[in-house]
Structure formats: structure tokens, C-alpha cells
């Protein structure tokens, strides 16, 4: 018994989330471009000031901003939180460093100034915290690429030298043609230092090739750098090289010597007296192959440099290692999570100490400051938006945690999808994880669909953190009533090198079982329905995605791969990094393996297919060649057993960089699956869209004729010859009266209530609390169905959707007045009768109409206020009516006279 009642009460209780999750707001396109993100953090010296990036999206320009803001960790603003101002706001500003005085912020932007017709590409900018606005410190003829603090009057930044003169000459011309990889045109990239008072420049290295990184060691002696010394990326044979300069004895030395060994992200200790580096580990280097990340640290006095023993088979993972007082913090890889760790350097090397706090289990991004224990990380889960937190840390133990600022308020009514990180047995008897998203109308024993959606990498890797934008949006699926799967195949990162380096020679032979035993997982689950699902990914996750419908052509009723491979032969030239790629991959070069580049190749089984596919490309991708995407659609369009669309953004590199492009392909994504998943609107609707714009009023026509109507033109629905208001789906737990109840029909339930010849149709007005609850439970007898009057909540969502122009004192003014014009009217309003006013029921624009699949309701924040239960359970009028209008600053709406009260009906779904 007890049994039972715990199974009822957490029915009732998923009934009660789900249905408050659809009480909120509805999930757009916009609302998952929109969000913003914090970069490029820095913790002042003093560890009481935090600069960060902004970075969002300008959809009038058509481009992602970002600019500067400052905390104030020891100051409160309005909010309760720490102080934060902003700093910059040209849109084009990044990477932001303090000077080891704290007194300066010296940054990059590529903005321009009045005077400005030289300098090209980012510069460095000034920023002085005790005032005044940042005024560039360079003005160069080339970009700089990358800088850093010498001390705190010095910087030394990375940059080229002047263009040679050819170059010149060609520009004047107007000569844009390149040499492909020629090493006469592979120009020096190098150190330079820089007084930021004088502006005086002086050159600290000769180097050949690029400087691909560098870091100056806290005592200003030592800077080490990392060299590209060939133009050729495509193989591994041309590594980075590793240098030390000694700045007082004029000294350069080579170090990590080694081939195959090129450490990076090297980060210095508070004292200098060494440096940590990592570098990627794998089976085979000379491809550059995937693996996992060790660690090491250098110590400069002995020239010398050892593996820190981490104890850990992954490596380390996406959250890095930051220097902090006493050793380093280390986020270790584990799969879909993180592994924090102290690690105290010790006389005889490191003890590793765990980290308790379970926040930093899932965080990617943490930053330690100089002082060596305020740290500042961001926390999320797959189901919770990020938090921007900042505390202490000391040897592994955090204190004083506290959020230093908030983005994306907007969200915090928004329903956020249900995740969690599930396990299943995949290819080879191996233990195989992914992120699982239920969808918001989720009920226990119920089926669902599915869209799969597949990580890029391959070895990249899904974690349990939040993750929505252009390529992933699980709101948008589980909007849809869809599960949504992120599998971590074989091949993925963060897992261990024998998981990640298990595709090597054998690429699609587990991943694809992997993904199809996930969802065999889900079915015998009984979550999913095995006849409505979906597949889709970016990059590997539309190569996986491809290969999906080729192996299981019957499958998926639809794919979506952007960017994904279907010729392992042309990609061997075409790709940037072809060669290592698929030398790793697929175990040498094609003319060695043909018929194995062929049997890997889906465009020789494209006969295959029947999945309705969506293929999106950029055109200047050179990671995955936009010919791929041309190969795969012709095959397709020729063969002609599946329905294709390719779609083509110009200027667009492997990711996409443009607002409106990011909004195209997630718009052409939901459109697709509507057609072919979800069976929501046909190709026939989708091509008359094209032409017939939804809020066209022809438009509207077409959908009002399922408007039910009885033969003499009285709105409603007839039962047993009684009037009844015509009820429609509102979303999976509500249906709502599309009219307010008209008078024909509550002449139904009263014989005796007037209704003057002609005005049938208006809304029933004059209603008192009394009458309401009374012509409703007369509904119930009538029907044998739970009608009930909306709650506030409810009728508030519904007013949210109110149309264009409703019926309200706006409407009879052309302006909306201000609470004294109001009134001052009183006295006109009074003088006139409902019914010269009132309107008949959808006679003014509905609202949805601007979403062709959501249902036309009319007369949501207009004509009569309609009754509503409030919280202590009694009734209250809301909304607007033909005599009052909702305050334009605080959106609030008057008493409604007792003559212009009326109501409408809604009807739970079971």
C-alpha cells in the first residue's frame, strides 16, 4: 500500500513540475542565440578585482560582441551583488590583462579611430583604472597577435614584422591570389617589447617561423615560447619547437627537444622558478592522433623537466591546471565530468590531495589570480544554467564561495529541460555514458521520440554542463515533446587513451553501435518510440550521422548533418589537416588503402539511404571541405530515394560566425524535423509559407475556417443540441475556450440571460463570480468533463499571447493612456453601454498567429475581463476589457466595471 501511494504521490508530483514547466515561457530560436557568455577572465593582483568579456549577439549588425566589464569584488551593487561596470562597449574587444601593479588593463581590439587608416587587425589597447577612457598603445601595419605583462610599465606582445614589399605592391594591385604552403611567404612571427609611456619598441627574438604562444616567468628573466616552424599543417612531420630565452644573458635555448614532444599552455610559478606545460599523449604521434593530456613541469634552474604524477588514466581534461599557492590545481578528465585535484609540490616532487567541493566536478573554465588563492569558476550542470562564482582556494579546500555576477536573467523563467548522465553496455561490452534530456511534457510510461545528437571530435566529448546554441538546443527538442540523446561513442575524449584511441583503424565500427545501443537502451526503457527518431550532428557528429542512414536506412525518419564527410579520398588533399587525420584514422594515405578509403566512404552506399536528409555547409570550410557537402547532395538528389536539402552560407568557415546564419540553420533544422519527425506541417505547407506569409490576412482566413461554427453562425460546438464553447490544445496539460464564452452560449446554461438579436456572438458580459462558477459546474453535468475557470497564472500565460490589437480602451482611443488620461475618461466611458463597445468575439487579430502550428485564441487581453481563481482560492476579474487598458509602465490593468466581466473555460488534459 504504502508502495502504491509513493508511486501515486511521485506521479502526481512529475504532473505538477511538468505542468509548471509549461506555465512558463516558450522557447525560441532567439532565446538560444541570445544568451551571453563570460571570457577571458582575470583576477587582479590584489585579488579583489575581476576583469571579463562579454561576448553576445548583435543580430542588427549581424555579428558577436565583446567588450569588457570590471568587478568590484569588495564593493555591493544594486543587485546585491559585487560591483560590476562596464568598460568597453566598441563590441571588438578581447583578451584583457592586468598589469602586476594592477593599476593598468591592457587589451586587444580591432576597433578604429577617427584618424585611423593604417593599423590593421587587433591592437593593443590602454586601459588606466584610476580614469580616464583606453587610448591603443600600437599602431601597427599587422595585427598583434597575442601579448602579456613584462612588468608594469613594459608589455611584450607577438606580432609580424612590416609587410615586405612585395606584399605592398600586391595590395596596391589588388593581387589577392596566395601560394598554397610556400615557405618563401611564411613570414616570421615575433617577440617585441614595449614601453607603454614612451611607445618605444624593442625586438626580443630573430626568430624563423611563427610564435605560436609564449609566457614571461614573474621575475621578468625568462620568457618561454613555442615556434610553427613550416607552413605546412596538413601532417604532423613539421612540430612546434620549444625555446627558453634568458633576457639577462642574451641567451635562447631549445628545450623538449624530443621529437613528437611539443608541450603548450605553459604557466609559470608564482616564484619562477619553473613552469608547467602539457602536451598530448597517443599511440601515434607522428599523426598528431588523438589522445590524452599529461602534464609536466619544467624546472628552469636544472634545465630539466619531469611528468607530474597524476595518478589519473584520463590525463587532464577541458578544465586545464591553474598555478596556485603551494602546487597546482589540476581538473582531471572523467568522462562526462571533471576530477578536481590539489596537487602539492613537494622537495620530492607532488601529493595530490582530491577536491570536496562536487561544483568543480563540473566546471571547464576556472581561473586562480596571482596571489595564488582567489579563484573565480563557472559552474553548470546539463539541467541548471551557469553560474559565475568566485572564492578562495587553499590547497585544494574552497571558502567563501559566493557568485560575483549573473547573466542571461532573462532565462530564469524559462523552463529548463530535465538532464542526466546515463549509462549502457556499447560496442565490445564497454561501458558507454551520454547526456539524456527529457522532454517538458515527459510522463511515466509514455513514449516519446528521440533526436540523437552527436558531438563533433571525434574526440570531443559531452559533458554534464549546460550547453545550448546553434549546434545543440535541447529546450527546442524537448519543446517538441522529444528526448533528446548526446552519446560519448568509442573515440571520444575525456575517457582514457585506450577509449579515445579505439577508432584508430577501425573509424564507424563502434561508434555506430554505441549510438544504436543507446537507443535500443532508451526503447527497452519504454521512454522512446522506436518508430519517431532523429539524428544529427556538426563536424564527426555529421559523420556518424551520415553513416547512421547508410547502416540503418530504415531507422531514422530524419537526419540533419552539418559539415560532415562522405569521401575519405578527396578529403585526404582537401582537408586542412587531412593528411594526419586520416593517416591516424584510417592507416595511411589513400593510394596505400584504397580499398579501404573506399569501404569507409558513405557516398559508395548512398543508394542506401531513405531518410529525408538536411545537409548544411559554409563555404570556406576547410576543416570539413564544402565539396563533401556537394558529393553528398548530388549523390542524394540523383538517386532520388530521399528527400535533400542542401543549404549553403556563404563566407562561413567550419563554425559559424554570423547571427543570422547560426539562426538560419537551427530554423531550417526545427522546419525539417516538423515535416518529417514530428509530422507537425507537410513540404505543401512549408512551400505555400514561402509565398503566404502566416500573418497575411489570407493567411489567417485559411486557418479561422477550422473555426467551429454552428450552421446559423453561432461559435461553438453542439452536444446533444446544448451550445458548448469550442475547446482547443493549448500544450500537453491545458485546453483553453478559443473565445471567451459568448452569449449564445451562456444563454444555454440561463434561458432567461438577454441576448439583443445580433449580438449572439459577443461575449457574454455582466457576469458575476457567482454566475461563473455555477455556468461551469453545468458544464461538468453537461459533459461529464472537469471544466473549470483558469487560475491567474493561467490566464496570465494566455494574455501573454494576446494579439496585436485586442479589444481595449487603446483600440477605441488609437493610443494607449497614461492612468490620469484614464481617468480623466471616466466619466465619457460611463456613458456608454456594453454593447456599444463590445465586439463580437475574434474580431480583432488573434493571438499565436505568429506561430503557424500553435492554435488561433482570440480576445486573450480584451473585450471583457474574464474571472479568474486566485491563489486564496477566490475569483478575481483579469485582464484588460473594452473600457480599461494595461498601464504602459507597469503593465498592470484596472478594476474592470461589472458590466464588462465576463469569462472563459478551460479544460485539464489527461
Not at 599587422?142 to 601579448?147: A, I, L, M, R
Not at 539541467?383 to 587553499?394: A, E, F, H, I, N
Not at 560575483?404 to 529541460?417: E, G, H, M, Q, S
Request: hydrophobic share 35%.
Amino acid at each position: 500500500m504504502l508502495r502504491r501511494i509513493g508511486i501515486g504521490l511521485a506521479f502526481l508530483l512529475l504532473s505538477v513540475l511538468a505542468a509548471h514547466a509549461q506555465s512558463k515561457h516558450t522557447w525560441t530560436v532567439e532565446d538560444i542565440l541570445r544568451q551571453e557568455t563570460l571570457t577571458d577572465l582575470e583576477i587582479a593582483p590584489d585579488g579583489r578585482r575581476i576583469v571579463w568579456v562579454r561576448r553576445r549577439a548583435n543580430f542588427d549588425e549581424d555579428r558577436f560582441e565583446t567588450d569588457l566589464f570590471l568587478t568590484y569584488l569588495d564593493q555591493k551593487g544594486t543587485d546585491g551583488l559585487p560591483l560590476t561596470v562596464q568598460l568597453t562597449r566598441s563590441g571588438n574587444n578581447h583578451n584583457p590583462q592586468w598589469s602586476p601593479d594592477g593599476r593598468y588593463i591592457a587589451f586587444l581590439s580591432s576597433r578604429k579611430t577617427d584618424d585611423d587608416d593604417k593599423t590593421q587587425g587587433s591592437q593593443l589597447w590602454l586601459l588606466d583604472t584610476f580614469g580616464g577612457e583606453p587610448y591603443r598603445l600600437t599602431e601597427l601595419d599587422v595585427p598583434v597577435q597575442d601579448f602579456a605583462w613584462f612588468d608594469s610599465t613594459r608589455l611584450v606582445f607577438a606580432a609580424r614584422e612590416t609587410p615586405t614589399y612585395d606584399e605592398q605592391q600586391r595590395k596596391k594591385q589588388k593581387d589577392d591570389a596566395q601560394a598554397v604552403e610556400d615557405t618563401t611567404e611564411f613570414y616570421p612571427v615575433r617577440l617585441f617589447r614595449m614601453a607603454i609611456d614612451s611607445k618605444k619598441i624593442e625586438r626580443l627574438t630573430e626568430n624563423e617561423g611563427e610564435i605560436l604562444e609564449f609566457a614571461i616567468d614573474p621575475t621578468g628573466r625568462f620568457i618561454v615560447y613555442s615556434i610553427d616552424p613550416h607552413p605546412v599543417d596538413a601532417d604532423a612531420r613539421h612540430q612546434p619547437r620549444q625555446y627558453l630565452l634568458d633576457l639577462e644573458r642574451n641567451e635562447t635555448v631549445e628545450i623538449f627537444a624530443e621529437r613528437y614532444f611539443d608541450p603548450e599552455r605553459f604557466v609559470w610559478t608564482r616564484d619562477g622558478s619553473g613552469f608547467y606545460a602539457s602536451d598530448e599523449f597517443s599511440s601515434d604521434p607522428e599523426n598528431e592522433g588523438a589522445g590524452i593530456t599529461k602534464l609536466y613541469y619544467f624546472d628552469v634552474a636544472r634545465r630539466t623537466y619531469t611528468e607530474v604524477p597524476l595518478g589519473w588514466d584520463a590525463g587532464v581534461g577541458y578544465g586545464g591546471y591553474q598555478v596556485t599557492e603551494g602546487g597546482v590545481h589540476v581538473q582531471l578528465a572523467a568522462g562526462p565530468r571533471m576530477e578536481p585535484r590539489f596537487y602539492e609540490k613537494t622537495a620530492d616532487g607532488w601529493r595530490a590531495h582530491p577536491v570536496s567541493d562536487a561544483r568543480l566536478r563540473h566546471s571547464t573554465s576556472i581561473r586562480i589570480g596571482p596571489d595564488g588563492h582567489t579563484i573565480a569558476f563557472v559552474y553548470s550542470r546539463a539541467d541548471s544554467l551557469p553560474q559565475y562564482l568566485v572564492g578562495t582556494y587553499r590547497r585544494g579546500r574552497l571558502t567563501n564561495v559566493r557568485p560575483f555576477v549573473r547573466l542571461n536573467t532573462y532565462l530564469k523563467d524559462y523552463p529548463i529541460p530535465r538532464a542526466e548522465v546515463i549509462y549502457w553496455e556499447g560496442a565490445e561490452g564497454d561501458t558507454v555514458n551520454g547526456i539524456l534530456y527529457y522532454p517538458f511534457n515527459y510522463r511515466p510510461g509514455r513514449r516519446h521520440p528521440l533526436m540523437v545528437v552527436i558531438h563533433g571530435g571525434p574526440s570531443g566529448v559531452d559533458l554534464d554542463a549546460w550547453r545550448a546554441d546553434w549546434t545543440v538546443y535541447p529546450p527546442l527538442w524537448a519543446q517538441r515533446g522529444a528526448f533528446v540523446l548526446r552519446p560519448n561513442y568509442h573515440g571520444s575524449g575525456h575517457h582514457g587513451l585506450e577509449f579515445v584511441e579505439s577508432i584508430k583503424g577501425r573509424y564507424y565500427e563502434l561508434e555506430l553501435p554505441d549510438i544504436i545501443k543507446g537507443i535500443e537502451h532508451l526503447v527497452a526503457q519504454g521512454l522512446v518510440d522506436p518508430d519517431s527518431l532523429g539524428v544529427m550532428g556538426w563536424s564527426n557528429g555529421a559523420i556518424l550521422t551520415i553513416a547512421l542512414t547508410v547502416e540503418y536506412p530504415e531507422r531514422f525518419k530524419v537526419a540533419m548533418p552539418g559539415a560532415g564527410d562522405v569521401n575519405w579520398i578527396s578529403d585526404y588533399g582537401n582537408c586542412a589537416f587531412g593528411v594526419s587525420f586520416d593517416d591516424s584514422y584510417f592507416g595511411g594515405p589513400p593510394w596505400e588503402r584504397l580499398d579501404h578509403y573506399i569501404a569507409k566512404s558513405p557516398l559508395f552506399r548512398l543508394h542506401r539511404v531513405v531518410t529525408p536528409t538536411l545537409i548544411h555547409f559554409g563555404d570556406q570550410d576547410t576543416a570539413v571541405p564544402t565539396e563533401q557537402g556537394w558529393q553528398h547532395y548530388r549523390a542524394l538528389q540523383q538517386l532520388g530515394k530521399a528527400p535533400v536539402r542542401f543549404i549553403l552560407y556563404p563566407g562561413e568557415p567550419h563554425g559559424f560566425r554570423r547571427p543570422s546564419h547560426q539562426k538560419r540553420k537551427m530554423e531550417e533544422d526545427l522546419a525539417w524535423a516538423d515535416t518529417y519527425l514530428f509530422g507537425r506541417t507537410s513540404m505543401a505547407e512549408r512551400l505555400r509559407r514561402r509565398v503566404l506569409p502566416e500573418s497575411a490576412p489570407l493567411a489567417l482566413k485559411l486557418r479561422a475556417r477550422r473555426i467551429a461554427r454552428t450552421a446559423d453562425g453561432r461559435y461553438g460546438v453542439e452536444q446533444n443540441g446544448v451550445l458548448l464553447p469550442e475547446m482547443v490544445r493549448l500544450d500537453d496539460t491545458l485546453w483553453v475556450g478559443r473565445f471567451e464564452v459568448t452569449r449564445a452560449q451562456f444563454r444555454a446554461f440561463k434561458p432567461d440571460y438577454p441576448v439583443p438579436p445580433g449580438t449572439e456572438n459577443y461575449p457574454a458580459s455582466g457576469i458575476t463570480a457567482d454566475e461563473a462558477r455555477a455556468y461551469v459546474a453545468w458544464l461538468r453535468r453537461q459533459t461529464g468533463r472537469p471544466y473549470r475557470l483558469p487560475t491567474v497564472a493561467e490566464l496570465e500565460k494566455l494574455q501573454r499571447k494576446a494579439g496585436a490589437s485586442e479589444n481595449t480602451l487603446a483600440y477605441w482611443l488609437g493610443y494607449t493612456p497614461n492612468p490620469d488620461e484614464r481617468r480623466q475618461l471616466e466619466d465619457v466611458l460611463a456613458d456608454f453601454r456594453p454593447d456599444e463597445l463590445l465586439l463580437p468575439v475574434g474580431s480583432r487579430p488573434p493571438g499565436n498567429a505568429k506561430d503557424p502550428d500553435a492554435p488561433l485564441l482570440y480576445d486573450l487581453d480584451g473585450n471583457v475581463a474574464e474571472w479568474a481563481v486566485g491563489e486564496d482560492g477566490r475569483l478575481q476579474p483579469s485582464g484588460a476589457s473594452a473600457v480599461t487598458v494595461r498601464d504602459p509602465r507597469t503593465k498592470e490593468v484596472p478594476a474592470p466595471p461589472p458590466a464588462f466581466i465576463g469569462l472563459r473555460v478551460v479544460l485539464p488534459r489527461h
